[in-house]
Structures are given as C-alpha cells and as structure tokens.
C-alpha cells in the first residue's frame, strides 16, 4: 500500500528513510465547521392576520430592549394543533432579520414534542452547537456541560457578530426548552407548543383561532397563490365565510379546505360548504392526503393522561357552546367539577376558558374529534351515553326548581335551591345555551321523555327575556318528540306554547291554528285546565290579528273552565285578557270591571307582579273613557309594583302608557321625561324596536 500524503513532512535524514514504515501516517487539517446560522425556514406561503400577535413578538425581539428592567429575553407561542404557530413564529422571525436585529444568525430547532420519539434537550444542543459551527467532536456528553459550551459559543459569536435568534419548534414540555436559553441579553428565544409552559419565565403568547375576516383572506389568497385569478372566495363570500365557520377558522382546516379547492378548480364553494356540513365526521374531509386536522388532534390527545382524556371525551358531549363547573361535575359523575384536570387540559390548549370564570369551552373542532373518538369505541359510547344522561337529569332538576320559583305565590311549596326569582334567573341565564341545547336531545328516543318534561320547564323564563327564537326551537323539537310518543298532553303543552311564541314575532295566523291545534288535543284528553290556558292564549291571537269579537268568546271560555277547575290564578289571567278584549270592542266599562275584577284576584293570591300588571290594563281602560287622572295613578301603582322585578319590557310599556297619558292631560314636559324613560327600559329589554318608537315619540313633542 502507497503512502499517504497529507501535506505534513516525514522524517527523512539525508535523503534517506530513518527505518521502514510500521503504520501509515495520517494528518488533518480541519478548516472551520460548517454552519447553519441561516436555518430559517421559509414564509408560509399566504400568511394573513395575526397583526396584534406579530407586533407583541417583534416587540419581545427587539434587541435594543435587552438591557431594559424586565426585557423579555424568551417568547414562547402556544396553542392548538393546527393553530397556525409555527406559520406566526417564522413570521416574527424573518420580520426581526428583515430589521437587522441578528446580524449573529438564526438557528432553528425542530424539537418534535408530540412525536413518539421527541428530541430531548440534550440532543437539541447538539443540533444548535453544530449550527454554531462547534466540531462534533468538541461537544461533550450530558445537558448541562452543553449547555454551558452553547452559551459560551453564543456569546463569542455575539462579541464578533451580534445577536442570534434561536427558534425552537414544536416543544411540549418546559424541560425540552429551558436548557435552550441562550444567555446574554441580547440574544433571543422563541418556543412553540401545543402547551403553555409557564415554567420558562418567558412571554406567553397564547394563540387563538382566526377572526371571520382572516379566515376569509387565508382561503382567498390559498386559492388566488395556486391560480390568481381563482375568484370562487370573492364569487361566493357568504359559502366562504360559512366554510371558515365550518373549519374552525383554524388556519389547518382552512388550508386543507384550501387545497381541496385547487384540486377541483370547478367545484364551487358552496359544494364544499354542503358536504361538510351534512357530513357525520367533518374532519373525515378536512384531509388532503398529506395533512389532516384528526391527526394534528390525534398527536395532543395520545399525551393525556387516562383522567384527561376521559374528561376531554365528555366534554365533547356536552350540549351548548360552553359549560358551566356544574355541567362538568355532571358530565364526571362526580360532587364538584375536576378543576385540576381542567387547567391541565387548558395548559394543552384542548380546552379553552369560557366567558367568566368557571366556564369552559372547546374548539368546534375538538369537540368534533372528541365525538368521534366516543364514536368509535362501543364502550366509551356507553360512558357517553350515561354522562348525557346525568346531564339531562341535572338540568331537568334545577330548571323545574327554578320554574318552580318563578311561579311560586305565598301558601305554594318552597322550590328547591332557588331562595327568590333573581337567584332562579340568574342561573336560568348562565345556562340557558345548555338548556336550549339539552332540549334538542329530544330527538332521540333515550332522552326524549326527560327532554320533553325539561322543555316544560322553560316556556315562563323564555317568555320573560323574550327569547321568543329559542322557544320556538325549544318547543319544536318536543312537539315533535312528543307526538312520536303518542303523548298528546305533551304534544299539546308543546303547540300552545309555541303559539306564545309564534305571537311575540308576528306570525300570528300561524299562532291562531297552533293554539287551535292545542284546544282540540286538549279536548280530546279531557284536559280541562290545560284547554282553559289553550282558550286564553288562542284569545290573544285572536286579538293581535283584529278579531276582538272572536277573542272576547275564547277568553270568556277559558274564564269559566278556570274557575271550574277552581284556578283562581289563572282566572285572574282569564279577567285580564278578557278585559283588553272587551276594551277592544268599545265596551269600555266592562273592561274595568274585568281589570278590577283580576286586580283583586290578584292581590288575594299574593302575585305581586300580575296585580302590578293588572294596574297597567286597567289604566288603559280608565284612560279610554277619559278618566286621565285616574289612568296615571294606576300606571304609576304599576311601576311601584314592578320595581322589584326587573321586568324592563313592561317597565318601558307602562312608562311609555304613562306618557301618553300625561299628554293626554296636556303636561308635556312630564310627557317626555316618560317616553326617554321608556326608551331605556326597551333598550334594557332587548326591544330596540320599541325603544326606537319611544325616542321619535319624546323629540317630537314641543316644551
């Protein structure tokens, strides 16, 4: 074998070799070791919102901020799989180069937390020294000694050159960046996670979904990058911005969708839309082959613990946008909600905090990927299943004893939990997208009998915040689930109060045939007190469409089957409606003697707030045969009784009586001051139309 020659000099003496050649000679000679100060990747292509958040970064890069108390020396972004962190941290990053903050180099870690084999920090050390250009040979064993090199080579390179950046990817633990800190002041660390990591000391960026107007620019400029004069997002905006809705406005989902697009340029917008939304599974479709939101979600799950994910699972199932720490004890089985396993799951960014404390939410998409992971397993559909029904059970109970309270007069049972009706509305108004919600499982037939009794719960509480929608939905779904029952009381329970509801948004003819619906089924079931609140209801249909003669016979009915059945509550109603009938047909005086007749039924079954009411009916009466003076005395004992219950819709009409009546009696500056009051009472009420009305009413009256 030849010799070798690598530049360095044998030992010759005098021409001659000094002895054979007993192993071959060999010399190295090392040039500087490669870098990779430069290992930034590139933009993602179509980057589009995130302004706020892209500000905060660069303002935490910023090296001139280094030396300032509190500088923030790392940044780590966290959130959802899928949130689009890594797109927003190579954002800042070239953003920062692009104003020269580090001449000293980028270096880039991808540090795969999620993955079964993630990098430890030892091994990301290796990685960053070797970008610094340290011989794989001079970096020594174990964390500690190399972190110690890393920040002795960085801050080297910053006395030669200036500040690094050190973007470390994809973390999912404190302990796989903490050893990254790159020392100095100067140089800067940015983390991503799927997790917060509070442990680091750093600016925590948490980062949500997209707004409606991002996701809607991220889905254009996708299609318009792949062919710019793809106009399908502009030709079809209100299929686009649904389709964001449908995603998430996760920025995974909306790219996904993206491509699935400018795969078939001739399919519409509104296609897409139509098949995710009939589909059992939507991230069945959110998968282009190469990326899926069911993966990204997948990697999360798989790194809960057995408590988390179980817990994670059940809060899929639960109705309504978010849910209140009771809904979550219910949906565990368990005394009080499992807190600890809620902030772990928030840390994970798989649950969000709802509005207010005590509240929860999840991503539409998590919940989506919860279900069908209950979907797919018999077993964990069963403890689904019984969760549901803890659920149902759980708001059947409390609703009842908060309708209970809402109805209660003096000598009636004392409700359940609820000490006064602003407790019973409170709580009815925290969970009141539940309950609308819960109602819906009516559907199927293992809930519907529980469902139905809840939606019974509901109709005064809907009816006295006016959330006349929701009542519709509500009793939609029980008459239907109620007559697939063959329970013709539920069913007819069901149409009559959503004739009320019907009423109160204009559809009156639809009105009159439901509660005539409800009459007959009535009727037919021997129902007699029931029949009786059908007869009244259909009266006030009968009014609001013109048909006063008709209304006084259907409340005259109602009257008499009341005190039949010895109702005397409901009779007091029956007087009420029957007075406004009569007034309507001129027989002014009879209407007072209905109103007086109810007034006093009223105040001798202690329900303070109908015999307030009452007062304001029979103000009308006496104002229409021309006793002013009484009318505003009998408003004004409406507002007095009133006061205590918050009612503002009927505030602001009893104001807005009293100032017609106040001009009637030719005192117009008290007039004024009445409908202003009015106007702010419907506003309270959510009645902007009303409010409206009392306003132009007040500035066209002259001081």
Known sequence: ???????????????EFNGPFTAKAEYHQHGPAPTALDALPPKVAGFTGRGDQLGELLGAFDPDGGEAPGAVLVAAVSGLGGIGKTALAVEAAHAACDKGWFPGGVLFVNLHGYDDDRVTA??????????????????????????????????????ELGAVLVLADNASAAEQVRPLHPGGARHRLLATSRSKLPQLGARLLPLGELSP??????????????????????????????????????????????ALLVLDRDKPVAELVLELA????????????????RAAFDLSYRRLSAEQA?????????????????????????????????DALCRAHLVERGRGRGRWRLHDLVRVFGVGVVRGDAGLWEEGETARERVLGFYHRWADAADGRLRWLPGMPEPERFVDRAG????????????????????EERYAPIAVRLSQCLGEYLDWRRAFDDKITVCGVAREAAYRAGDQ???????????????????????????????????????????????NNLGFALQLRGRAGEAVDAHTRARSLFQIVGDRPREAIAWTSLGSALQEVSRAGEAIDAHTRARDLYQAVGDRLHEAISWNNLGNALGATGRVE?????????????????????TGLTLSNLALAYEDAARPAEARTRYLQSADAYTRANAPTEAARARTRAEAITP
């Open 213 to 258: 107007e991002e996701a809607y620019d991220l889905l254009d400029r996708a299609l318009r990058i792949a062919a710019p004069g793809d106009a399908r997002v502009a030709n079809e905006s209100e299929a686009a911005a649904e389709l964001a809705l449908l995603c998430g406005h996760l920025p995974l989902a909306l790219q996904i969708a993206a």
């Open 310 to 342: 179980r817990l994670l699972r059940l809060l899929a199932l639960a109705p309504g946008p978010e849910v209140t720490a009771e809904v979550v004890a219910a949906l565990d089985g368990a005394d009080a909600a499992p807190v600890r396993v809620l």
């Open 122 to 159: 030892e091994q990301a050390l290796e990685t960053l020294l070797r970008g610094l250009g340290t011989p794989p040979e001079h970096i020594p064993n174990g964390v500690d000694a190399r972190a110690a090199l890393y920040r002795s080579v960085l801050a080297a390179r910053e006395r």
């Open 424 to 443: 019973a509305l409170a709580w009815l108004d925290s969970e009141r997208a539940g309950l609308v919600a819960v109602v819906q499982w009516a559907r």
């Open 278 to 293: 009939e589909s059992g599974d939507r991230l069945l479709h959110l998968d282009d082959g190469e990326r899926s939101v």
């Open 1 to 15: 074998m030849g010799e070798q020659y690598g530049g360095d000099h044998q030992d010759f003496r005098g021409g």
């Open 630 to 650: 009484e009318a505003i005395e009998a408003y004004e004992k409406t507002l007095e009784g009133i006061r205590e219950f918050e009612d503002w819709y009927g």
């Open 489 to 535: 009381v539920g069913e007819a329970i069901a149409w009559d109060s959503l004739g009320i509801a019907l009423q109160q948004t204009g559809r009156v003819e639809e009105a009159i045939d439901v509660h005539t619906r409800a009459c007959d089924l009535y009727q037919a079931t021997g129902e007699r007190q029931g029949e009786a609140i059908a007869w």
